[in-house]
């Protein structure tokens, strides 16, 4: 029988350990806090009662062919109550709690017909990792489907309606550990940016999309890397320097984010594999909701 040296042995096993220690698991509170700032919600920011809207020229490939339209992000601070999951009317209540809420609105129009979704997706305010909750609607001339997504302890709760065969009505678990590709423009503005971060993640692909099929798992690799310093911003945003976020879904499917580097680490520009594209027009912070 071969032996091995208990030195080569040794080198193993601490090579081994150096290299889980890179793989980020949303579910380790240590890993949670070397990579992602816990409290870059928490800035006084969000308590001014107004919304962060920032507008892109967006692209989609919808039947091989690119289409162009505006895409719509909103971010804004919410109290919850634990009896419905919902924001509340009622300021009072002893259950409330506080969300960041992530919008994605696009209005995507094609040869034939126009495509609509709208995304939202909930996240405890002190926790820029983990889905609280998702939903995302889709209409078109085919028809209707809605997803959601609610956190339920280690897993997630993944009910679905839409209008493909064998994939009607139905309700299935998940593992809330990996990521989900549609957060990453909020999440990744929570990194604890500096040149040469690395970790790997498993990440689900994109749900943004009216199929209720099970989503792929990523088993993706994080880097981040510094920018020069961008001219001209729209909304009146001053030059700054910017950080390239390189996340590689597999061997082939790479997709980028470029954020500024103040805060509130704006997403500048996004850049995906199968053509999905963003780059800033407009940015403001609003109280959209009243006329």
Request: charged letters at 25%; proline letters at 4%.
């Amino acid at each position: 029988m071969k032996t091995y040296s208990p030195f080569l042995f040794a080198f193993v096993v601490l090579l081994l350990a150096t290299a889980c220690d890179q793989v980020f698991d949303s579910s380790d509170e240590r890993g949670l806090n070397e990579y992602f700032d816990t409290s870059w919600a928490k800035n006084d920011l969000w308590d001014d009662g107004q919304a962060e809207v920032a507008i892109y020229n967006a692209a989609r490939t919808i039947y091989n062919k690119p289409r162009y339209f505006d895409y719509v992000h909103i971010l804004v601070k919410e109290d919850f109550n634990i009896e419905f999951g919902v924001k509340t009317d009622d300021y009072e209540r002893t259950d409330l709690y506080e969300v960041m809420k992530v919008n994605l609105f696009a209005d995507i129009p094609t040869d034939n017909y126009p495509y609509h979704f709208l995304t939202s997706i909930f996240f405890h305010r002190n926790n820029p990792v983990q889905i609280h909750k998702f939903t995302n609607s889709s209409q078109e001339w085919c028809g209707n489907t809605f997803k959601m997504l609610k956190e339920k302890g280690s897993q997630l709760e993944y009910t679905y309606h839409s209008y493909w065969d064998g994939q009607g009505d139905d309700t299935k678990m998940l593992d809330a550990t990996p990521l989900w590709e549609d957060q990453l423009p909020y999440t990744l503005r929570t990194l604890k940016f500096k040149d040469k971060l690395w970790f790997r993640m498993p990440v689900y692909a994109t749900q943004i999309n009216s199929r209720a099929d099970m989503p792929r798992v990523y088993d993706a690799e994080f880097s981040v890397a510094p920018l020069e310093a961008i001219d001209s911003l729209p909304g009146g945003l001053p030059q700054q320097d910017t950080w390239r976020v390189t996340v590689q879904l597999d061997e082939e499917k790479i997709n980028q984010y470029i954020f500024t580097q103040a805060y509130p680490n704006i997403l500048v520009e996004m850049v995906a594999w199968d053509g999905r594209k963003l780059r800033l027009k407009d940015y403001k912070r609003s109280k959209y909701w009243e006329r």
